[in-house]
């Protein structure tokens, strides 16, 4: 474990239980969005790149459009 991770949870260790509870229940939802990302981004590597591939073809062929903030 990290130092910055043993501070935190001794600073999370001083709050009530309740709060305690709550923190831990943010913390492992947020680990469980990770890992689902990690996973739906794992299994779209070949779509993904397909895109890209999509892409480049349609900009090279001049049928892209600059963007900036005004136009989006």
Do not use: C, H, I, N
């Amino acid at each position: 474990m990290t130092k910055l991770l043993e501070k935190a949870f001794a600073e999370a260790a001083k709050l009530p239980d309740p709060e305690q509870d709550d923190l831990a229940k943010r913390l492992l939802a947020e680990l469980a969005d990770d890992q689902a990302w990690e996973r739906a981004f794992a299994g779209s590597q070949d779509a993904l790149a397909r895109l890209a591939a999509e892409a480049l073809v349609e900009y090279e062929a001049g049928l892209t459009q600059e963007l900036g903030p005004d136009r989006l």
